[in-house]
T-cell receptor, first 115, second 117 residues
Framework: KAGVTQTPRYLIKTRGQQVTLSCSPISGHRSVSWYQQTPGQGLQFLFEYFSETQRNKGNFPGRFSGRQFSNSRSEMNVSTLELGDSALYLC??????????????FGQGTRLTVV | AQKITQTQPGMFVQEKEAVTLDCTYDTSDPSYGLFWYKQPSSGEMIFLIYQGSYDQQNATEGRYSLNFQKARKSANLVISASQLGDSAMYFCAMREGGSSNTGKLIFGQGTTLQVKP
């Protein structure tokens, strides 16, 4: 059974550009969450999608957005990139968002560098 | 407010010995789940073990066990018979249940474990 797939693995962008990251969850999983990991702030929750609906959003500016498709694949977009957006972006999938046994399985992440 | 605290930034352990990584949490929700993840230098977060707040027994998964002390709000990870491949960053995380309509995970700052040969 394939795990969570994130593409691309590495990305270098220039300030002011925009970027789209992709996440394919484990087959059958309908819940996808995104996290940003930086050395200074640690792991911070970005947003959560379930059945194509955003259920929760973290404390990030509106430049960060996401969506989920009918096949549960998810994308996140960051517009007008800033140097501080350089981070490892991790996607997690679960069968459903919460409840007993709904472990979140993570992908390998996309390492974004903004120059 | 929900919070996870890992007070050990770095730990060393001798190969084949056991090690305990500390985690304390704070929540007012009686229903919650606690997770431990391992993050090697490659970046992937690997799920290790889960403990539900209503579980009567401590969770175990192979060499990993979770020492759950509800009254003290602690959920320490115990790794038995450490191996060189256990060297990584370890994160404790919490997901609230109850009326919360989200699967959002709250993470601690992590503990770097180094296994010495």
């Amino acid at each position: 059974k394939a795990g969570v797939t994130q593409t691309p693995r590495y990305l270098i962008k220039t300030r002011g550009q925009q970027v789209t990251l992709s996440c394919s969850p484990i087959s059958g999983h309908r819940s996808v969450s995104w996290y940003q990991q930086t050395p200074g702030q640690g792991l911070q929750f970005l947003f959560e999608y379930f059945s194509e609906t955003q259920r929760n959003k973290g404390n990030f500016p509106g430049r960060f957005s996401g969506r989920q498709f009918s096949n549960s694949r998810s994308e996140m977009n960051v517009s007008t990139l800033e140097l501080g957006d350089s981070a490892l972006y991790l996607c997690a999938s679960s069968l459903v968002p919460k409840g007993r046994g709904t472990e979140a399985f993570f992908g390998q992440g996309t390492r974004l560098t903004v120059v | 407010a929900q919070k996870i605290t890992q007070t050990q930034p770095g730990m060393f352990v001798q190969e084949k010995e056991a090690v305990t990584l500390d985690c304390t949490y704070d929540t007012s929700d009686p229903s919650y789940g606690l997770f431990w993840y391992k993050q090697p230098s490659s970046g992937e977060m690997i799920f290790l073990i889960y403990q539900g707040s209503y579980d009567q027994q401590n969770a175990t998964e192979g060499r990993y066990s979770l020492n759950f002390q509800k009254a003290r709000k602690s959920a320490n990870l115990v790794i038995s018979a450490s191996q060189l491949g256990d060297s990584a960053m370890y994160f404790c995380a919490m997901r609230e249940g109850g009326s919360s309509n989200t699967g959002k995970l709250i993470f601690g700052q992590g503990t770097t474990l180094q296994v010495k040969p």
